[in-house]
Nanobody
Framework: QVQLVESGGGLVQAGGSLRLSCAAS????????MGWYRQAPGKQRELVAA???????NYADSVKGRFTISRDNAKNTVYLQMNSLKPEDTAVYYC???????????????WGQGTQVTVSS
C-alpha cells in the first residue's frame, strides 16, 4: 500500500513564498517520477511541475522562474519551492507519483489528498 502525504500549504500575501513537501510511504519497488498538480475552483487540474528519478524537470509556463521542484530520492520526498506568489496561484495542490509497486507491476498514478494554497492581494 502506497500513501502520499502533503504538507506546507497555507495563506500567504502576494509576493510571498511557500514550500510544499510530499513524502511517499509504504511498500513499493520504485518511484519513476513525482510532481505537483493544482486545481482552482471552476478550472481544470493542471500540471505545475514534475521531476524524474534522473533529475529532469518540467514546469508549466506560468510558474517558470518562480517555482522550483526538487526531490530527495533517499527520503522518497518531492518539494515545491514557490516564490513570488500571485493570486492566480491560489488552488489546491496535489502531489502525484508514478510508482511501480512490485517489479512485475506496471506504473500507476498515485495522488495525495491535496493541500490548499491561498495567495491574497
Amino acid at each position: 500500500q502506497v500513501q502520499l502525504v502533503e504538507s506546507g500549504g497555507g495563506l500567504v500575501q502576494a509576493g510571498g513564498s511557500l514550500r510544499l513537501s510530499c513524502a511517499a510511504s509504504g511498500s513499493f519497488f520504485s518511484i519513476n517520477a513525482m510532481g505537483w498538480y493544482r486545481q482552482a475552483p471552476g478550472k481544470q487540474r493542471e500540471l505545475v511541475a514534475a521531476i524524474t528519478s534522473g533529475g529532469s524537470t518540467n514546469y508549466a509556463d506560468s510558474v517558470k522562474g518562480r517555482f522550483t521542484i526538487s526531490r530527495d530520492n533517499a527520503k522518497n520526498t518531492v518539494y515545491l519551492q514557490m516564490n513570488s506568489l500571485k493570486p492566480e496561484d491560489t488552488a489546491v495542490y496535489y502531489c502525484n507519483a508514478l510508482i511501480r509497486s512490485r517489479w512485475f507491476d506496471p506504473q500507476n498514478d498515485y495522488w495525495g489528498q491535496g493541500t490548499q494554497v491561498t495567495v491574497s492581494s
